[in-house]
Nanobody, 120 residues
Framework: QVQLVESGGGLVQPGGSLRLSCAVS????????MGWYRQAPGKERELVAT???????NYADSVKGRFTISRDNIKRMVYLQMGSLKPEDTAIYYC??????????????WGSGTLVTVSS
């Protein structure tokens, strides 16, 4: 019913930039928090950034000053602008949204991920 599709991943050199997008579709009344998580090789999935329905943001310390999360409530999209990329940013990036359906309570959904590789 609710689907999240990430895009924008790819190969980039250290110091470069990349913009990730996540499109949300389905029977949705509203979307509360949206966020990006990542899982690097050999590591656990971790929070990257979140944004509330009002636009309040939160970032992991490791990406503060380099990444910017934003959302478009009309298009039902969430973005992650990544700059000054480092090799340690290499990971599969996952979109997460908290969805308010027309019937029922809030439920979280995950995308399938998009791979970001930072390497020279």
């Amino acid at each position: 019913q609710v689907q999240l599709v990430e895009s924008g991943g790819g190969l980039v050199q250290p110091g470069g930039s990349l913009r990730l997008s996540c499109a949300v579709s389905g029977s949705i009344f509203g979307i509360d928090n949206m966020g990006w998580y990542r899982q690097a090789p050999g590591k656990e999935r971790e929070l990257v950034a979140t944004i509330t329905s009002a636009g309040s943001t939160n970032y992991a310390d490791s990406v503060k000053g380099r990444f910017t999360i934003s959302r478009d409530n009309i298009k039902r999209m969430v973005y992650l602008q990544m700059g000054s990329l480092k090799p340690e940013d290499t990971a599969i990036y996952y979109c997460n949204v908290q969805v308010n359906p027309y019937i029922g309570g809030i439920k979280a959904y995950w995308g399938s991920g998009t791979l970001v590789t930072v390497s020279s």
